[in-house]
């Protein structure tokens, strides 16, 4: 489909709400009476709770509750993981779905990362409700603490729940072992490289908020939270946390200042505000402070990785091998396991045909925050892994990695094609991008930029990242194969009132991704409105249809499917009612700009409002045709969708410092159909930038003790607009088959190469050096001490 | 955690601002609060009393003085020190140091008083106010005291409001330049020197000093006296540092000592040259 306004860059409607601090978020939401909530986190990574003392808490200014674990154990069940690697039977019922090791609302005797929440505070006042943390006494008695998932694996490691022997949450596989080990002993050429994908710490502009209210007399329960699934969170906090009737519990997402994967997570302060709501018969309040975050949120990557590639020393790669170990922290968060095993570990061969390949996820259990997904979470590890090991073959048989990567590639002619690893790859011209990245950045004429930069007393070099990015999540039954305990399609609803003013009301909640703009751009060419006639409502499951939320750039490819089916469908019942009033046929009323005629009467002609309104009169219908134009459709893609694509990024390092400009960013992504490219083109800078953080600053880091030390942001670095390069964004489009648009997915997937990229220009930069590899973060100290090592030698 | 209430007094003469100061222990003067309010919410700092400066008149602006030296209003914000042509001709590192601070929106609050007040807090403007041998007029109970910058750093915290900042005419054929590694999260520096040359064919004098995290700020003397007499050249810079314990360069995490105090003589080398190569230098 083409026109005016779908595929048009239209400035999105909900901008100027949240330009001018318009929007309301949930920490804007005050009800009533409404009483506050502060959660008292444990100081430990690793203790027994032996004893929680609140009395003096109690007797605190304002004071209304004091909640611990001891109260809540028979009140509700642990949050559920309903990810579970290695495509498990479904479990479902019962809760909770056998996942040992599942999180307690509040510790009962354990608390298990520094931030594991052990008692709530409801106070009148926020400030009283953090005031009686302090008050709060609890009796520790510290156990010993394991952080990383290599040492949790390790023989005589302390062991963080009984149910779990050696902290081993999944062992899990893709690939054929056999032939992968047998090409890489048979091979001329292996190469080999141990990496680190270190932990990253989401930080959306908002962190995440949950108001709670009871209605006594109802029964019924009202959640607002920071949700991007809030119909998924209804489903799983009614009837497996709190034991509620599904239809007394409504969730309500409004504006969300962002998430980037953290608030597709069931957290304690859920459940806590709506049971506290109850208990205390009024309204509880929880807002997160941004230090609260850095713990009480699902953090981001953490894999430690082996990989093996095995190839001709004409460039052909025939084998490819990666081990990964991890780190889940202390519990299974929501979806975190299959993002650390499925998501990663199918994804390791990207765009290249490899003969074989085989990957293998040790998942453990550590005394750190739990671990989930951070924008482009999976394959940004596997990603990584492989192109900076395509980029270390290159350079071992002499090739340039451009050239290495144009010979390997899945070529346009084999989709769909399967990698062999448990993804079939719906569509692709991956040369196409590929080439038209490389002649955009000019490579590889480089030399003379090179020469030029090391005359300024700065080493320039030039990196590829190449990428699939597996998206739009997903066809339901391959989920569940995939271990995911749930349906994973989304629907939508498109009613014309009688005064043609359309409403839109989709499944998938917006986190920030201007769903209100691209869902209406879909229907206002279909209908021949006018775009100001098109509302499109989501994020409140008492208004939206089902919907599993926004996640894995699922919303457009999937969500945008169901709107464009369902207006179709609206229009196929206008075109019923036109042919009915023209007296003609069906196939002879023309619908066209938001007119429908009789083809060859130009001068009879009906407007769409006009067909509305006598469709909701309802008079002298057709038979067999409902009054009224509302349509729901559910749709569930047939596959999942594989956006691609490549960047090159050219760093500068200073010879007498290590620091390191990103001087250029060339990427060239495909998301198949684009509805809005402003929309688009504002998410793949942010991805950019996003994976410029991984790359180049941030870094969680626990101690020892398992104390987080980058626990605010004075230590934990994020990008700033001023580390932005001047991005030079170009596409091909290369529609998918298994949706009616041909939309891919587009919110994340530009994170997934970056890493790669820089980490290939900055070895580029020192490869006369002999260096292999450097680990995440880039810091300008690592690279000072690469080029004084050549100085030392000199 | 979220900060806890504290009383708040906009004292309207310097006076009145000294005396809740001192008939509260744990009183804080605020002026732009760049490092003050930061820290009020990490816990990292305390106040029973917020002492807000900002109603106070005659706290902020810049004069030449007859002597031709510069008096600086301790309320004047870092983004008024950094455009204001008079600093730039006269003391360029101090223009540039105010302009190296945090983003716009910091500039325009922070001031000179509040970022030279911390006197380890590791801020900016100390490396140039101990090169430039800057004095700090301090209102104290009953008076006023005049100190150096190099004897505030040392003294005792006491009740006390910086109101302004003065710095001594500079010696002719003088210039300053001002470098700076930033930290990755905020822009505070993990290292920041100011060099003050006076040249007349080589260098005859030099002033020198360095500011970081965790540190008091510090005239680096070795170097110094290293640049006399010569023309600056990198080498003998990077070999001055080299000479120095590294101890003095630690207090940065994520940082080595030995980098620190390397990334520090290689600022100070392009310091040197910049001031050496300007057009003024005769």
Redesign the interface.
């Given at each position: 489909m083409n026109g005016q306004s779908f595929g048009s860059a239209m400035t999105a409607k909900e901008d100027p709400a949240l330009v001018r601090g318009a929007a309301q978020y949930v920490a804007d939401v005050s009800l009533p009476h409404m009483a506050h909530m502060a959660l008292l986190g444990s100081p430990h990574a690793h203790a027994i709770v032996k004893d929680v003392d609140t009395s003096a808490a109690e007797a605190m200014p304002g004071v209304l509750k004091v909640l611990t674990g001891a109260e809540l154990a028979d009140q509700m069940m642990p949050l559920p993981c309903i990810w579970i690697p290695g495509g498990v039977e479904s479990h479902f019922p019962p809760h909770p779905y056998g996942v040992p090791g599942a999180r307690p609302v509040l510790a009962t005797d354990r608390v298990r990362h520094v931030g594991d929440p052990v008692a709530a505070v409801v106070a009148e006042t926020?400030?009283q409700a953090?005031?009686a943390l302090a008050a709060v006494k609890v009796d520790y008695q510290p156990l010993p603490v394991v952080t990383t998932a290599k040492e949790a694996l390790a023989e005589g490691a302390p062991r963080l729940h009984d149910a779990v022997p050696d902290n081993l949450n999944a062992y899990w596989t893709c690939g054929d072992r056999e032939a992968t080990d047998a090409a890489i002993a048979s091979a001329d050429v292996v190469v080999e490289l141990d990496l680190v994908n270190q932990r990253t710490i989401n930080s959306p502009m908002e962190p995440r908020a949950a108001v709670g209210a009871y209605d006594q007399t109802t029964g019924e329960y009202t959640l607002w939270t920071t949700s991007q699934s809030p119909h998924n969170h209804r489903f799983l906090l009614a009837g497996l946390v709190l034991g509620i009737p599904f239809t007394k519990l409504r969730v309500i997402s409004p504006t969300i200042g962002g998430s980037f994967g953290t608030k597709g997570y069931l957290y304690p302060d859920m459940p806590l505000v709506l049971y506290l709501a109850r208990e205390l018969g009024r309204p509880v309040k929880w807002v997160d402070?941004r230090?609260g975050l850095m713990t009480s949120t699902v953090q981001g990557r953490d894999q430690v990785q082996h990989v093996t590639l095995a190839g001709t020393r004409d460039g052909r790669i025939t084998a490819l091998r990666a081990t990964s170990y991890a780190n889940l922290g202390g519990y299974p968060s929501t979806i975190g396991p299959g993002v650390a095993t499925a998501l990663m570990g199918r994804s390791i061969t990207g765009m290249y045909a490899i003969p074989a390949a085989f990957c293998e996820v040790y998942a453990a259990f550590t005394n750190t925050v739990p671990l989930g997904a951070q924008r482009g979470s999976g394959r940004a590890e596997a990603m990584f892994a492989l192109e900076r090991i395509v980029d270390t073959y290159a350079r071992r048989i002499g090739r340039d990695p451009a050239d290495v990567r144009r010979q390997n590639l899945v070529p346009a002619d084999a989709f769909p094609y399967d990698n062999g690893l448990g993804w079939t790859y719906d569509s692709g011209d991956y040369r196409a991008a590929l080439d038209l990245a490389l002649d955009k950045a000019g490579y590889p004429s480089v030399d003379a930029e090179k020469a030029a930069a090391r005359a300024r007393g700065k080493r320039l070099g030039v990196g590829i990242g190449a990428y699939v990015a597996i998206c739009g999540v997903g066809p339901s039954t391959r989920m569940s194969q995939e271990g995911m305990l749930g349906g994973t399609w989304e629907s939508a609803n498109v009613r014309m009132h009688p005064t043609g003013d359309v409403t839109v009301t989709i499944g998938s909640a917006s986190t920030g991704q201007s769903h209100e703009t691209t869902f209406a751009q879909i229907v206002v060419d279909e209908l021949g409105v006018d775009a100001g006639a098109v509302e499109v409502l989501h994020s409140d499951t008492l208004k939206a249809p089902y919907g599993q939320g926004t996640y894995g750039s699922r919303s457009f490819s999937v969500g945008g499917p169901a709107v464009h089916q369902a207006v179709l469908k609206i229009k196929d019942k206008i075109v019923t009612m036109a042919a009915h009033m023209f007296g003609v046929a069906k196939s002879d009323v023309v619908f066209d700009a938001g007119k429908v005629y009789p083809r060859g009467d130009g001068d009879n002609v009906k407007s769409v409002q006009d067909m509305a309104m006598a469709l909701w009169y309802g008079w002298n219908l057709p038979p067999g045709l409902e009054p009224a134009l509302d349509e729901t459709v559910h749709f569930d893609p047939p596959d999942f969708n594989y956006p691609f694509g490549a960047h090159v990024a050219f760093v500068e390092i200073d010879e007498?410092?290590g620091?390191l400009d990103v001087v250029r960013y060339v990427a060239v992504n495909d998301s198949g159909t684009i509805g809005n490219p402003l929309v688009v083109d504002g998410q793949i800078e942010g991805s950019i930038l996003h994976g410029l953080g991984q790359v180049?600053?941030e870094a969680a880091v626990y101690d020892d003790q398992g104390h987080l030390?980058s626990s605010?942001?004075?230590?934990?670095?994020?990008p700033?607009a001023?580390d932005a390069p001047f991005f030079e964004l170009f596409r091909t489009v290369t529609p998918t088959p298994h949706n009616s648009l041909g939309a891919k997915g587009a919110g994340e997937i530009a994170t997934v190469p970056v890493a790669a990229a820089v980490a290939n220009a900055v070895c580029d930069a020192v490869a006369d050096l002999g260096v292999r590899h450097v680990d995440m973060p880039i810091?300008?100290?690592k690279l000072?001490?690469i080029l004084n090592r050549e100085e030392a030698g000199a | 955690?979220?900060p806890?209430?504290v009383d708040y007094a906009a004292p309207r003469t310097v006076v009145e601002a000294v005396s809740v100061l001192a008939a509260n222990q744990d009183a804080r003067p605020l002026a732009g609060g760049q490092c003050l309010l930061?820290g009020l919410?990490?816990g990292d700092e305390t106040a029973g009393v917020l002492v807000d400066l900002r109603r106070i008149p005659g706290l902020r602006g810049i004069r030449s003085t007859p002597d031709g030296g510069l008096e600086v209003g301790a309320m004047t914000t870092l983004y008024e020190l950094a455009t204001d042509p008079v600093v730039r001709s006269m003391v360029p590192a101090l223009a540039e140091a105010a302009g190296a601070v945090g983003?716009p929106p910091i500039r325009n609050r922070a001031t000179i008083g509040g970022n030279l007040a911390p006197s380890h807090g590791g801020t900016d403007l100390p490396a140039v106010a101990l090169a430039l041998d800057a004095h700090v007029r301090l209102a104290v109970p009953g008076g006023e005291r005049d100190l150096s910058f190099a004897e505030y750093v040392l003294s005792e915290r006491a009740p006390r409001v910086i109101t302004a900042v003065s710095v001594p005419a500079r010696a002719p054929h003088s210039r300053s330049a001002f470098e700076k590694?930033a930290?990755?999260?905020?822009t505070l520096p993990v290292t920041a020197v100011c060099v003050e040359l006076t040249v007349q064919g080589n260098i005859v004098a030099a002033r020198v000093a360095r500011t970081g995290p965790n540190q008091l700020p510090v005239r680096l003397d070795q170097v110094e006296e290293a640049l006399i007499g010569t023309d600056g050249d990198r080498a003998t810079v990077l070999a001055a540092f080299a000479d120095l314990p590294s101890e003095p360069f630690e207090g940065m995490?994520?940082?080595?000592a030995e980098?620190v105090r390397?990334?520090t003589g290689?600022l100070t080398s392009r310091a040197v040259r910049r001031i050496m190569s300007g057009e003024w230098a005769t």
């Open positions: 926020r400030r953090h005031a402070t230090a007498e410092t620091e180049l600053m030390t605010n942001l004075l230590t934990y670095a994020l700033k001023t810091t300008a100290e000072w001490r | 955690m979220i806890q209430p930061a919410q990490t983003d590694l930290q990755q999260a905020v995490s994520g940082y080595s980098y390397h990334v290689v």
